[in-house]
């Protein structure tokens, strides 16, 4: 089996070495030979009802996606990784979809998450886990799973997901592939599900940087429609992808490389360095003193935004409905008791604890104050760097139910990409080689707005290895 | 720090949310472990710090006061089978 990039996409389509009709017959029959083995998709579109309104100039018409299931498409059911939305159908389109119909893109399906996005290895879903097609005992990360999944294993070219904590660069480093959040504002937020709304930001998961230019051109932008989109101008990207990366000064955050990752994967950070450091790259050592406190700050900025957003699934207007209608409060819990699952459950009880009377000052507030200090050190940093390198995850992925009853144990899985989220800074994660055959990540961070940096920094990485395009196993299979 | 069952069940009633008493066990034990990481904040010094509520420095943009919205509640109310006239239906509230 061939994995297609976007970039290939285009060019066979182009030269109508192939149709775009072709282009998504294919991604289907891959949709349907293997979902039932890696369970990425929650529910695969139909032709006519996934065709954009195509514009005869796009360079990515005919282009088919994969979304996750947290953005709504108009007409299609928009499930969240939810019991409690497992019968919502989107009655508009969310704003970065709308921008990509309008280029003549094509919806393939609504790829599994955890559940409103709350996990990270995509055992929250009500829909059942993602199997990772690198081995299918082991998670896919999460929450962007089923896009990560979907790409890795060739059933999409691409796919769109969301990071609120790390949940489309974790994934990516978990399953091998290339995964960007790009600056706080810089896509809009309308029509994403909201979870935690300070820290949301919708990206992109490719095979490579490449592909991420292609498609975050067509996806950013203001919209009056999110007063938090950015009015910033949105550069062309893939104009910057070759530029000479010769001088350009890269930080490796001391707390980044404490002694606490294992020396396997300290082996292939520092290859990876290596081959930066033949493209002219120079690394300096900094520091970001407060880093180490994101982790306990994000779970509880997180939280409490949660409970926040998700007090509007009250039963009345969408979403489940408890059949018990004695009186109002009954109504309210019983249906927020049977539609919500326990990591929901428990996040929404933790963010009203900290937001609730008597504790805002020692932990809602506190905390915004710690995020301002993270902030600070990623303002300094960047004053003498252009770009921070360090691990995407501290591990490869690791077995289904290993840490699912473990809250704080999986929480720590987000330690490296909390803090861009924290901060609003862009992020992308590149795979960067295998220990024990599974794919393993680096992550690159730059200042707000500086998207086409990271962008230009991967593709020339992506240009002189090839990690970014190893096939798993699983897929090889299939041509059998 | 230390969280009780009773709050958690304070909790519940301010969430609209409730937990079996399974759940509410699990709960206890794990919002434990939670609130132990969270307590690593109160070491820090924040002393003149501001806190920060959004990630860029922005101010709130306005629109002319146009109408640019058209009310669609026929199309938002087929998510509902709950829904008559033009109303929602929610369990009686008054005697």
């Known amino acids: 089996m061939k994995r297609h990039t976007v970039r290939e996409l285009q060019d066979m389509i182009a030269d109508q070495s192939v149709s775009s009709d072709e282009v998504y017959q294919l991604y289907l029959n891959r949709i349907k030979a293997m979902n039932d083995s890696i369970n990425a998709f929650?529910?695969?579109?139909?032709?006519?009802?996934?065709?954009?309104?195509?514009?005869?100039?796009?360079e990515i018409k005919g282009v088919p996606y994969a979304l996750k299931d947290i953005f709504c498409s108009e007409g299609d059911k928009t499930t969240c990784g939810s019991k409690m939305l497992s019968n919502f159908v989107s009655p508009?389109?969310?704003?970065?979809?709308?921008?990509?119909?309008?280029?003549?893109?094509?919806?393939?399906?609504?790829?599994?998450?955890?559940?409103?996005?709350?996990?990270?290895?995509?055992?929250?879903?009500?829909?059942?886990?993602?199997?990772?097609p690198w081995d299918t005992e082991r998670t896919p990360g999460g929450s962007s799973g089923g896009s990560a999944a979907a790409v890795a294993a060739g059933m999409a070219p691409i796919a769109l997901g969301t990071d609120t904590g790390g949940s489309i660069r974790q994934p990516a480093a978990l399953t091998g592939i290339t995964g960007l959040k790009p600056t706080y504002g810089r896509c809009s937020r309308y029509g994403m599900i909201a979870f935690a709304s300070s820290l949301d930001q919708a990206g992109i998961l490719s095979i490579s940087a490449e592909d991420a230019a292609i498609f975050l051109e067509h996806m950013a932008g203001y919209d009056h429609k999110d007063s938090t989109s950015s009015m910033e101008e949105v550069p062309k990207y893939t104009e910057f992808l070759n530029d000479n990366l010769s001088g350009k000064v890269v930080g490796l955050p001391k707390e980044f490389f404490d002694g606490s990752l294992d020396s396997k994967y300290q082996g292939l950070v520092s290859d990876s360095i290596h081959e930066y450091e033949k493209m002219g790259i120079k690394f300096k050592d900094i520091s970001l003193p407060n880093i180490k406190y994101s982790v306990p700050t994000y779970y509880v900025v997180a939280p409490a935004e949660c409970s926040s957003n998700l007090a509007r699934y009250d039963g009345v207007r969408f979403g489940h409905r408890s059949s018990d209608d004695s009186d109002l409060d009954a109504f309210y819990k019983k249906t927020r008791k049977e539609g919500f699952g326990q990591e929901v459950k428990r996040r929404i009880i933790t963010g009203?604890?900290?937001?609730?009377?008597?504790?805002?000052?020692?932990?809602?507030?506190?905390?915004?104050?710690?995020?301002?200090?993270?902030?600070?050190?990623?303002?300094?940093?960047?004053?003498?760097?252009?770009?921070?390198?360090?691990?995407?995850?501290?591990?490869?992925?690791f077995k289904l139910g290993e840490k699912v009853d473990d809250p704080v144990s999986m929480y720590m899985n987000d330690i490296y990409t909390i803090s861009s989220?924290?901060?609003?800074?862009?992020?992308?994660?590149?795979?960067?080689?295998?220990?024990?055959?599974?794919?393993?990540?680096?992550?690159?961070?730059?200042?707000?707005?500086?998207?086409?940096?990271?962008?230009?920094?991967?593709?020339?990485?992506?240009?002189?290895?090839?990690?970014?395009?190893?096939?798993?196993?699983?897929?090889r299979e299939l041509d059998r | 720090m230390s969280i009780k069952k009773s709050e958690i069940?304070?909790?519940?009633?301010?969430?609209?949310?409730?937990?079996?008493?399974?759940?509410?066990?699990?709960?206890?034990?794990?919002?434990?472990?939670?609130?132990?990481?969270?307590?690593?904040?109160?070491?820090?010094?924040?002393?003149?710090?501001?806190?920060?509520?959004?990630?860029?420095?922005?101010?709130?943009?306005?629109?002319?006061?146009?109408?640019?919205e058209f009310n669609e509640r026929d199309k938002y109310q087929k998510n509902t089978d709950f829904a008559e006239d033009g109303f929602y239906k929610v369990p009686k509230v008054i005697d």
């Open chain 1, 92 to 132: 508009y389109d969310a704003t970065v979809v709308k921008n990509l119909r309008k280029k003549g893109t094509i919806i393939l399906g609504k790829t599994n998450m955890d559940e409103f996005a709350m996990g990270s290895s995509n055992e929250t879903s009500f829909y059942g886990n993602v199997l990772n």
């Open chain 2, 9 to 68: 069940e304070h909790l519940c009633n301010l969430s609209k949310l409730n937990l079996d008493e399974e759940e509410q066990s699990i709960f206890l034990s794990q919002m434990q472990s939670i609130l132990e990481m969270i307590k690593e904040l109160e070491g820090v010094d924040t002393g003149e710090i501001a806190p920060m509520a959004h990630p860029l420095q922005m101010s709130q943009r306005l629109r002319e006061d146009e109408i640019t």
């Open chain 1, 352 to 397: 009203t604890y900290v937001l609730s009377a008597g504790y805002y000052d020692a932990y809602y507030l506190k905390a915004q104050k710690v995020r301002q200090l993270i902030n600070q050190d990623f303002l300094n940093a960047f004053k003498e760097v252009d770009v921070i390198m360090g691990p995407t995850t501290q591990q490869s992925a």
């Open chain 1, 421 to 475: 989220n924290l901060s609003g800074v862009p992020a992308i994660s590149h795979p960067i080689g295998f220990v024990d055959d599974l794919p393993f990540g680096m992550q690159v961070i730059a200042p707000h707005f500086m998207e086409h940096d990271l962008l230009n920094i991967v593709h020339k990485y992506q240009m002189v290895t090839d990690w970014h395009l190893q096939i798993p196993g699983i897929c």
């Open chain 1, 42 to 58: 929650i529910s695969i579109e139909s032709d006519e009802t996934s065709s954009g309104t195509e514009e005869n100039d796009s």
